[in-house]
DNA sequence: TGGTTATTCGCAATCTGTGCAGATTGTGGC
DNA sequence: GCCACAATCTGCACAGATTGCGAATAACCA
């Protein structure tokens, strides 16, 4: 994601107005790696700005991510997490509280499909992208239990 | 997932029954590859015993999915798919229409973590599984377009 | 400064999935 | 084949996540 200081200028180029309740959005997503959900970004947000509406997070996530700006995340616990990095990276997440890291994967080109379907599946898809999702459990969910 | 005959033999040796309901299900699951949802599930088991309940699909898909006969995948479109393939395999999806398809992949296990906070990662993390998703448009949804 | 137009906000509605309870039905033993 | 008991089925209410809508508000450009 680009800065907060960038983002207003491509919001404006498109005509997008850049309100407070923007602004405290990008800050508050600038540089974060914690993938946040849209109630916990609506939680933190809300300190900062009480009577911000939950509505307007999700409406500011979705447009973020059209623009390219954010990659939506499912990790299968519910909500959608959001990731402000959008390098060519890959995540590891805890399947018991739903941790997510990035991680950047050497020997992505190198994966091959195996079977024909596949080769066939291959030539049907036009892949844009390969994600790798590394799936266990994190140091502090192993130790309570 | 194994057969529905052999599916049939587990659930009674768990003390679990094997209803109608259940036995339908068995067999729309049976070799099925197109990673159905509950709710499509739940439409083609209607044609075939109306009044069927879509809270016994629900039930029926999650005893199977903690038995290991099925496995959940969230491809980020709103409803959970599930497959029947528990074989060691990756997905390919469409991102307009939401198809999946079952592929192989060779060279899983030589992806390799790149930064420092990558190996922190790896090591803080026990990884269970590793899990490729090849995210593109198929060739229906392209001329489509 | 003013007008136009995008935004915000709150609420209702949608969608997916789960909890509950009463009626029903498999199953194993006789 | 029949019984008793526990597991199931079903319908409905409910929870969580997200979106649609419309009136009030506020940003931005001239």
Redesign the pocket.
Known sequence: MQSPEEL?TA??AR????????QLIFRLLAGNDRHP???VLFATASAA?P??????I???L??LTSMGELRALDVGA???RFDPNIDDHHHVICDHCGDVRDVYVSGVESLRLLSDADAEAHGIFEIDRTQVVFRGTCSPCRSTR
């Open positions: 207003t919001f404006r005509g997008l107005k850049v309100t407070p309740q923007r959900s849209a109630d700005m009577g911000i509406s939950l509505r307007t999700y409406q500011t979705t447009d519910g909500a959608t």
